[in-house]
Structure formats: C-alpha cells, structure tokens
C-alpha cells in the first residue's frame, strides 16, 4: 500500500486521512500538539468541556459524504442537534434580531425592523440560493490547479457580481443599518471583512437555511474523535505530540516528512493541513519555493485574530441561548479598525457561545459553559498581549455584564484565555491569523494556494489555507477535493520494485 504522511490533525487533515484511506492508501497522521483536532481541540478543566474553536456546525451533509465515501455512518459516530434559533443578534440599543431557519418567520422578524425591507430581504434570500448552488454545489469541490479553471468561473463570477463585497451585496437590497448588520456579518466566521469579502460568501445565508445550525453533542471535538476512530478502522495512524519540520524532496518532488527526532517518514504522497504559509515558508526548502515565496506570503492579505475567553459559572443563565452576537456601538469603523488600522478599539463585538444550553454534559450539574470571543487585529497590529491580555478580558467582561450578563464574574469558578500569541506560538498561524489568508476575490479559488501544490510534486494542501476556504464546511471540502487532484494509490503500487 503507497504511503501518504498528513501534516496536521486538523478537521481538514483528518478528513484527507479518510478519503485517502478509503483510497488504498496507508496513511500517517502528524500533529505536533498533544491531542488531535488543530483549531478544533478541546480544554477539559474544572469538570468543563471548552472547544477551543468551531462550535457552529452548518452543512452536515458534507460530513454524512465523507463518512459514506470511507464506508462508515456518520450519525453512528457522530449526534448533532438542530438549534432553533440559530443564533440571537443583540444590537448596542438592546434590540434584537433572531435568525432561524424558518423562512415566514425571518420575514417577519424582517419586517418588525423594518418592514419596507421584508420584498428586498427575499431577493437577498433568492440570490443567497443562486450563490449558494454555484459557489458551493458546483465549485466548492472542485481544484482549481490552472489559469484555466478560474478562466471558466470568469461567466458564473460576472453572473454573481463577485465583485461585489458580502455588505455591498445586502445593501442593494434592504435600507435598515441593522439589517444590513444583521445580514452581513457572516464573513467574519471564516475570516473575512464583510465590506470587502467577495459576496460569494453571501451564499451561507441560504446555507444556514436549507441545512440548518447544528450542535455536535460532546462539543465540536467529538468530530475530531469520530474522524480519529474511522482512520484507526481503516488502518491508518494518528501520531500526536510529532513535529514535522521538513517535507523531504527530490527533483522537484516531495518524498517524506523529516521529524523534529530526525527521522525521516518516505511517503508517495505528502499532504500539508498545517497553516499554508507555515507549509511554504518553513516546511519547504528555499529552492522549491516559486511562487509562494516568504515575500508574497509577508505581502498577502491575512484575516483577523481572536480573543477568546472561556469561562464556567457555578450557577446557569437560562435566558442566554447557545449562540448570541453582540453588536457593539460601530460596525464599519470597527471592523476598520480591526482589518486595516490594526488597533485594539474601545468598543468591540463579541460573539458569546453558551453550550451547556444545548447539552448540559459540556459543564457540571447546575452549571455553565461559556466562551466568548472578540475579533481583534492579527499580529501586525505590533499589540503586546501579555502586557494587554488582562485589561482587554476586563473589558469583555464589562460589556457582557452591561448586556447579557450582570454580575457573572462573581459566578465564575473556571476560566483561560487564548490570544493572537497562542494563534501564532501554538498552531503556527502565520502573523497569528486565525483563519489564513483573508477571502478576498484575488485571494480566492485559482489565486489561493493551490490544493495540488504548485511548488512540489505529490505534495497537496487541505485547510483553510487553501481552497476552498475556512470553516468547517471549507476545510472538510478542501479534503474532497484530493479525489480529483491526487494520483490513485494503484498508481504507486505499479510503480513499485
């Protein structure tokens, strides 16, 4: 059986393991960290289940494909649990927007803003569709290895207006700056700036709709779990606490993986799910870099951080829902401020994650998990984290208490923090970007790095570092797009002595 090394336990390395096993390979799963699941790790303390990172799960169906593709039943290994509603948007005023799947009621929460908005919301909604059955039906699975193959999206992308940004695209359609808000923050889940993401990514409002908001019982690392449990059935090995440090090459082809120990794993096939600027920059021999060189990554647009606060009370807010999203004072200044001025403003928008509404096993009994995350500037922004780390979490804090939450800090009996620091020292994000490079029209599809390395032969990349993007329907995608781009195992066995 040819052997194929993945570079990174993420949700979208793992899903590579699958597919190539389910392919005829032997495959070798490498992380560095000491558990499996990248940005989807988890932090077990004080009797509390944390996620470090995704925790709204959209698109099941892509998950239910991989798991049919490798033989197995996802829903054997895996419980998800619809949420209704979505997610309760909470303006600076008080007011609020609910988002759920129900298409008459979003019409009505529409016109209860405003209602001379309700015709030019179901025009967003029917090109939300249209979007959504070109960007990611047809394209979200497809490589795109040539000029070529961008050249042919050229007719769909003029037909979408992809040009335009996500909050260009809600503005032509309704007035009301809360909706606006309210229909155009989406980019922010994998990184984008939603007056500059391409309006490709106006297709997750009608994704969300059609396939719903799902919660993963266990928390988001139980997907992690699962896909760790289909690659040991299939054979394969998942190795944590394992640096890689070099992609052995040559003649322009990648042949193994150099370990931090000095030993060297041969493969037919390397697979990078590690940051793609980490693949380019440190992973690869000076020589072999053409096009992605330390220059054009330095140069590339990159997405925001996080800070993140997780948090357990020893009392539970029920009238908090799983997922709420607090709108701070300023939504274009503020974002801004964060993309382009790199500065820790005063005000801010928080995005506050209550699982134990949902599934009471993630905490203690009469308990409460919490995370809360604030998009903050990535690492070019210059900020001293262990100077700012604390009086930025007092000001998460203050807010939540003003809003949501009042008198929470005295309830609190678990809580760590994670910083652009832990981003860039822990997960080896370039510029500590929590999601790579920024979704911008000239950093998508053909202009990303191509999942079919354009430096290496027999190296490929997964993630969301590549395409088709970030979250988790992005990176689980970039997996299934290995079946078109990588050689069948029978080739290498051919080719064996």
């Given at each position: 059986m040819p052997h194929a090394v993945v570079i990174g336990a993420g949700l979208g390395g793992l899903a590579a393991a699958m597919r190539l096993g389910a392919r005829g390979y032997r495959v070798t799963v490498l992380d560095r960290l000491p558990q499996p699941g990248g940005r989807a790790t988890v932090h077990r303390q004080d009797g509390f289940t944390f996620d470090a990172g995704p925790t709204i799960v959209t698109a099941p169906f892509v998950m239910e494909e991989l798991w049919r593709f490798a033989g197995q039943?996802?829903?054997?290994?895996?419980?998800?649990?619809?949420?209704?509603?979505?997610?309760?948007?909470?303006?600076?005023?008080?007011?609020?927007?609910?988002?759920?799947?129900?298409?008459?009621?979003?019409?009505?929460?529409?016109?209860?803003?405003?209602?001379?908005?309700?015709?030019?919301?179901?025009?967003?909604?029917?090109?939300?569709?249209?979007?959504?059955?070109?960007?990611?039906?047809?394209?979200?699975?497809?490589?795109?290895?040539?000029?070529?193959?961008?050249?042919?999206?050229?007719?769909?992308?003029?037909?979408?207006?992809?040009?335009?940004?996500?909050?260009?695209?809600?503005?032509?359609?309704?007035?009301?700056?809360?909706?606006?808000?309210?229909?155009?923050?989406?980019?922010?889940?994998?990184?984008?700036?939603?007056?500059?993401?391409?309006?490709?990514?106006?297709?997750?409002?009608?994704?969300?709709?059609r396939h719903g908001v799902h919660w993963a019982v266990g928390g988001t690392?139980?997907?992690?779990?699962?896909?760790?449990?289909?690659?040991?059935?299939?054979?394969?090995?998942?190795?944590?606490?394992?640096?890689?440090?070099?992609?052995?090459?040559?003649?322009?082809?990648?042949?193994?993986?150099?370990?931090?120990?000095?030993?060297?794993?041969?493969?037919?096939?390397?697979?990078?799910?590690?940051?793609?600027?980490?693949?380019?920059?440190?992973?690869?021999?000076?020589?072999?870099?053409?096009?992605?060189?330390?220059?054009?990554?330095?140069?590339?647009?990159?997405?925001?951080?996080?800070?993140?606060?997780?948090?357990?009370?020893?009392?539970?807010?029920?009238?908090?829902?799983?997922?709420?999203?607090?709108?701070?004072?300023?939504?274009?200044?503020?974002?801004?401020?964060?993309?382009?001025?790199?500065?820790?403003?005063?005000?801010?928008?928080?995005?506050?994650?209550?699982?134990?509404?949902?599934?009471?096993?993630?905490?203690?009994?009469?308990?409460?998990?919490f995370y809360v995350l604030s998009p903050v500037p990535n690492q070019d922004s210059g900020i001293d984290w262990r100077d700012r780390a604390e009086s930025y979490r007092s000001r998460i804090a203050r807010r939540l208490h003003e809003t949501v939450l009042p008198g929470f800090e005295a309830e609190i009996i678990s809580q760590r923090l994670m910083t652009p620091d832990d981003f860039e020292q822990g997960l080896l994000s370039y510029k500590g970007a929590a999601f790579g490079l920024e979704p911008v029209l000239t950093q998508s599809a053909w202009f990303r790095p191509h999942n079919k390395s354009e430096e290496l032969e027999n190296l490929f990349l997964v993630g969301a570092g590549t395409h088709p993007g970030a979250g988790i329907p992005g990176v689980i995608s970039s997996a299934r797009v290995l079946d078109l781009a990588v050689p069948p195992a029978e080739r290498f066995a051919r080719a064996a002595p």
């Open positions: 039943d996802f829903h054997r290994d895996v419980t998800l649990k619809a949420l209704d509603p979505f997610y309760v948007i909470r303006f600076d005023d008080g007011d609020t927007f609910t988002c759920r799947s129900d298409a008459e009621a979003m019409k009505r929460e529409v016109g209860r803003i405003s209602p001379g908005d309700v015709a030019g919301y179901e025009r967003f909604m029917a090109e939300s569709e249209e979007i959504y059955r070109i960007g990611f039906e047809q394209l979200g699975h497809v490589p795109f290895d040539s000029v070529a193959d961008m050249v042919k999206l050229l007719p769909s992308l003029v037909g979408l207006k992809a040009w335009r940004s996500v909050h260009g695209h809600v503005a032509h359609h309704v007035k009301h700056p809360k909706l606006r808000m309210g229909l155009s923050f989406h980019p922010l889940f994998v990184g984008g700036n939603p007056f500059r993401t391409t309006c490709v990514y106006s297709l997750i409002a009608y994704l969300e709709r690392h139980s997907i992690v779990k699962a896909m760790v449990k289909v690659i040991v059935r299939q054979g394969g090995a998942v190795l944590s606490g394992t640096k890689a440090v070099e992609i052995t090459q040559d003649n322009g082809r990648a042949t193994g993986v150099r370990l931090a120990s000095g030993q060297v794993l041969p493969a037919s096939i390397v697979v990078s799910n590690a940051d793609a600027a980490h693949t380019y920059r440190t992973l690869i021999a000076g020589g072999a870099r053409r096009r992605w060189t330390p220059r054009k990554m330095a140069k590339a647009r990159h997405s925001m951080s996080l800070f993140v606060w997780y948090f357990g009370t020893k009392r539970r807010y029920d009238a908090v829902p799983h997922h709420s999203i607090l709108m701070g004072p300023r939504y274009h200044g503020l974002i801004r401020d964060i993309f382009d001025r790199k500065i820790l403003a005063e005000d801010m928008s928080l995005y506050l994650h209550r699982p134990s509404a949902s599934d009471p096993s993630v905490a203690p009994a009469g308990c409460d998990a």
